[in-house]
């Protein structure tokens, strides 16, 4: 990557000074990071530089992308925020110590991870631009992943996924987002990621591409009749969303029928009410599937006609409808309409309904705890996190109960657990856990076994196939009352404690 790159990438939206301003940050970059060296080998500079790329693509203004240039130099060499201002003024060197900032806060232990959350969230309210320029820096990050040691890896792809994707969805920056989560579902879930892209992009992706292309000139011929202009491409679902979606559902990947659509992009509103009455025409629609969110954005200002139709074979195909604007806006969120505004049009001002809602929030609650979980409800609906006494989080689904966390942890915890103390108390091993509970299993050394009863309440895979591995050795034990005894025993002797 080379600053002249990012020239050519903006040249044509910018002004003279602008450009100017992007050279000297590169400069005053790369005299503060020479000799610095990434794990890559690289040097230093090229981090700065991807950040800076990434930030281009998004639209991002000239003092962003300037702040991103510059966003390690205050914490990798002895150049300080007070200096910076001197060189670059009040607002690149406000966006660079916040994004230092942000990066001092580290993920470990229930408060300093509420606390990190919380200065993102406040971060995000404050200037949208702090944030983009985190997600630039964590995306590049994730993408020379590789290159960090195995723990390192884990605990950022982790981390990643806890808090900055859900943001990224929140802020309706899909584009970001799902590169993220792709890459972090690669480490975090090796076997399971090959398994997938195997099945998908081997088996299923080549003939998904048939039926897409014909589908598409099918209803291109249908629009041409019309006179309505339009860009037909197909868009196929990320891996992980996939993967999500397979374990949330128990559903195989062939059940998943969503893994594709097609996306038609016309030059407006009119148009494209237009297009689905023609799609409706060529193909029967299942009309529980159609939404309008043109009529009816979503709250991150999502706008599309979506539909699904039986397609050719009666094939659930579906449809997403939209015009370029939205389009932008699908793939950036608010950075598509900071843009649009950057660039002088009159379009709608950004709509930044929910960061008014969090510093709302914010102020009637100003106490951290209720704050965070407030967001925490729309952030992580169908997860929990829950800790170790160490501050070691894990992520289960809803309704997961201390013996899933006892296999998270480890299968030989899992089945020597015998007792369990849920924030300090005595608990069941059978309770449904609540979010950020603090968690800690008391293991019964002498036990040969998980208790085939486990089955009957576990959540996760995880649980259920370690306690069915060990069932047909302990098949005698289920029978036991011995095993009766020692349950007894254990109800006799927790309540001590
Ligand atoms: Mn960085």
Same mark, same amino acid.
């Given at each position: 990557?080379?600053?002249?790159?990012?020239?050519?990438?903006?040249?044509?939206? $910018?002004?003279?000074?602008?450009?100017?301003?992007? !050279?000297?940050?590169?400069?005053?970059?790369?005299?503060?990071? #020479?000799?610095?060296?990434?794990?890559?080998?690289?040097?230093?500079?090229?981090?700065?530089?991807?950040?800076?790329?990434?930030?281009?693509?998004?639209? +991002?203004? @000239?003092?962003?992308?300037?702040?991103?240039?510059?966003?390690? *130099?205050?914490?990798?060499?002895?150049?300080?925020?007070?200096?910076?201002?001197?060189?670059?003024?009040?607002?690149?060197?406000?966006?660079?110590?916040?994004v230092?900032k942000l990066s001092l806060v580290n993920y470990h232990g229930q408060e300093r991870y509420r606390e990190s959350l919380k200065k993102m969230f406040l971060a995000i309210a &404050?200037?949208?631009?702090v944030s983009l320029i985190k997600f630039a820096d964590r995306l /590049?990050n994730l993408?020379?992943?590789?290159?960090?040691?195995?723990?390192?890896?884990q605990k950022i792809a982790r981390e990643t996924l806890e808090i900055y994707t859900p943001i990224a969805g929140l802020l309706?920056i899909?584009?970001l987002k799902?590169?993220m989560e792709?890459i972090c579902?690669?480490?975090l879930?090796?076997?399971?990621?090959?398994?997938?892209?195997?099945?998908?992009?081997?088996?299923?992706?080549?003939?998904?591409?048939?039926?897409?292309?014909?589908?598409?000139?099918?209803?291109?011929?249908?629009?041409?009749?019309?006179?309505?202009?339009?860009?037909?491409?197909?868009?196929?679902?990320?891996?992980?969303?996939?993967?999500?979606?397979?374990?949330?559902?128990?559903?195989?990947?062939?059940?998943?029928?969503?893994?594709?659509?097609?996306?038609?992009?016309?030059?407006?509103?009119?148009?494209?009410?237009? +297009?689905?009455?023609?799609?409706? $025409?060529?193909?029967?629609?299942?009309?529980? %599937?159609?939404?309008?969110?043109? +009529?009816?954005?979503?709250?991150?200002?999502?706008?599309?006609? !979506?539909?699904?139709?039986?397609? #050719?074979?009666? %094939?659930?195909?579906?449809?997403?409808?939209?015009?370029?604007?939205?389009?932008?806006?699908?793939?950036?969120?608010?950075?598509?309409?900071?843009?649009?505004?950057?660039?002088?049009? &009159?379009?709608?001002?950004?709509?930044?309904?929910?960061?008014?809602?969090i510093?709302?929030?914010?102020?009637?609650?100003?106490?951290?705890?209720?704050f965070i979980?407030?967001i925490q409800?729309d952030l992580f609906k169908?997860r929990i996190f829950?800790l170790?006494?160490?501050?070691?989080v894990y992520e289960?689904?809803?309704? +997961?109960?201390?013996?899933?966390?006892?296999?998270?942890? !480890?299968?030989?915890?899992?089945?020597? @657990?015998?007792?369990?103390?849920?924030?300090?108390?005595?608990?069941?091993?059978?309770? $449904?856990?609540?979010n950020s509970?603090? *968690?800690?299993?008391?293991?019964?050394?002498?036990?040969?076994?998980?208790?085939?009863?486990?089955?009957?309440?576990?959540?996760?895979?995880?649980?259920?196939?370690?306690?069915?591995?060990? @069932?047909? &050795?302990?098949?005698?034990?289920?029978? $036991?009352?011995?095993?009766?005894?020692?349950?007894?025993? /254990?109800?006799?002797?927790?309540? %001590?404690?």
């Amino acid at each position: 990557m080379t600053i002249e790159q990012i020239i050519t990438k903006i040249k044509d939206q $910018s002004q003279p000074s602008e450009l100017k301003l992007i !050279h000297q940050a590169y400069d005053f970059a790369k005299k503060y990071h #020479s000799g610095q060296k990434r794990l890559t080998g690289e040097p230093y500079i090229q981090h700065s530089l991807h950040t800076a790329f990434i930030l281009t693509q998004l639209g +991002a203004d @000239a003092p962003t992308i300037a702040a991103g240039l510059l966003h390690d *130099v205050p914490e990798d060499s002895n150049c300080s925020i007070a200096e910076l201002r001197q060189n670059f003024g009040e607002d690149i060197a406000f966006l660079v110590d916040s994004v230092t900032k942000l990066s001092l806060v580290n993920y470990h232990g229930q408060e300093r991870y509420r606390e990190s959350l919380k200065k993102m969230f406040l971060a995000i309210a &404050k200037d949208l631009r702090v944030s983009l320029i985190k997600f630039a820096d964590r995306l /590049h990050n994730l993408r020379t992943l590789e290159y960090l040691p195995d723990e390192k890896r884990q605990k950022i792809a982790r981390e990643t996924l806890e808090i900055y994707t859900p943001i990224a969805g929140l802020l309706g920056i899909w584009h970001l987002k799902w590169q993220m989560e792709d890459i972090c579902f690669r480490f975090l879930y090796p076997n399971d990621y090959k398994e997938l892209a195997h099945k998908y992009e081997v088996e299923k992706k080549i003939e998904l591409d048939q039926y897409i292309e014909k589908t598409g000139q099918e209803l291109s011929k249908a629009l041409d009749r019309l006179h309505i202009k339009h860009e037909i491409n197909g868009r196929f679902k990320h891996l992980y969303s996939i993967w999500l979606k397979m374990n949330n559902k128990n559903r195989k990947f062939d059940e998943i029928y969503d893994v594709f659509a097609l996306r038609v992009i016309v030059p407006t509103i009119d148009d494209c009410y237009r +297009a689905l009455g023609a799609i409706h $025409s060529l193909w029967r629609p299942n009309l529980g %599937r159609f939404k309008d969110y043109i +009529a009816i954005p979503k709250p991150n200002g999502y706008q599309s006609l !979506h539909t699904t139709v039986f397609g #050719s074979e009666g %094939r659930a195909t579906e449809f997403q409808i939209r015009t370029s604007e939205m389009h932008a806006q699908a793939q950036y969120g608010v950075a598509a309409h900071w843009s649009y505004k950057q660039f002088g049009s &009159k379009k709608t001002a950004p709509k930044l309904n929910w960061t008014k809602e969090i510093l709302n929030l914010q102020e009637t609650n100003p106490n951290t705890q209720d704050f965070i979980q407030n967001i925490q409800l729309d952030l992580f609906k169908d997860r929990i996190f829950i800790l170790t006494p160490k501050g070691d989080v894990y992520e289960l689904p809803v309704g +997961a109960t201390p013996i899933d966390f006892a296999y998270a942890i !480890h299968t030989d915890i899992g089945n020597k @657990a015998s007792g369990v103390l849920i924030n300090n108390k005595i608990g069941q091993l059978n309770a $449904s856990l609540d979010n950020s509970d603090i *968690v800690e299993i008391i293991i019964d050394k002498k036990q040969t076994g998980p208790n085939p009863d486990w089955l009957k309440f576990v959540k996760t895979s995880k649980a259920r196939s370690a306690i069915k591995q060990y @069932a047909p &050795k302990s098949v005698l034990q289920r029978f $036991s009352p011995l095993q009766n005894l020692r349950d007894l025993w /254990h109800q006799i002797k927790e309540p %001590r404690k």
